[in-house]
């Protein structure tokens, strides 16, 4: 019985991901998996692990709402890619035949070689966006402001309220701007 409820729920988050092959389809495992009838929502409950090409969730709980092809990710992990961040609560939503990820409390997260954390996170079609307590850092800077814009395919960041410090030379006054600023970080 057990693997029906896991094939079904399979079966539910392939729907949400939309038009994947079998090959493609999600890997679901959790301490349990079943149907909130009252809801019509698929929960995975208790040493969540799903994963989906390149990424995978490891957290506490999922629940899939496919009434509104929405995924909620709690107290996890999020990775793949060049990306990977904790947070206490991760949306995966499809908008415009494409998923958006949205994010809040995120801690120790890493792009590539750089390190952000943030209290709300949204990621779609390449931009990404960090609001609240934000920073950007690498080995030998760290930028912290209000937001950051960042610009997945060319690396350009914009932000508001930046200030800047060089690791290095952490003895260094901190630099602030209270204007928008614009820099590149690279590929």
Known sequence: MKSVKILSFFL??????????F???P????DQVYLDFGTGTWVADGNVVITYKDYEFTGEKAEYYPNKSV?????????GKDVSFFAKKIILKKKNNKTQVEAFNVKDGIYKQYSFSCNELDLFD???????????????????GDKFSIDLKTGKVEGTNIKSSNVETSSKEESGNSAETTTNIGQ
């Open 126 to 144: 390449d931009l990404v966006t960090l609001v609240g307590d934000a920073s950007i850092g690498s080995s030998t800077s760290k930028m912290t």
């Open 27 to 30: 890997n679901v495992k959790a």
């Open 12 to 21: 539910a988050i392939l729907f949400f991901f939309g038009r994947a092959s």
């Open 71 to 79: 995924l909620d990710l709690f107290n996890g992990k999020l990775s």
């Open 23 to 25: 090959a493609e389809a």
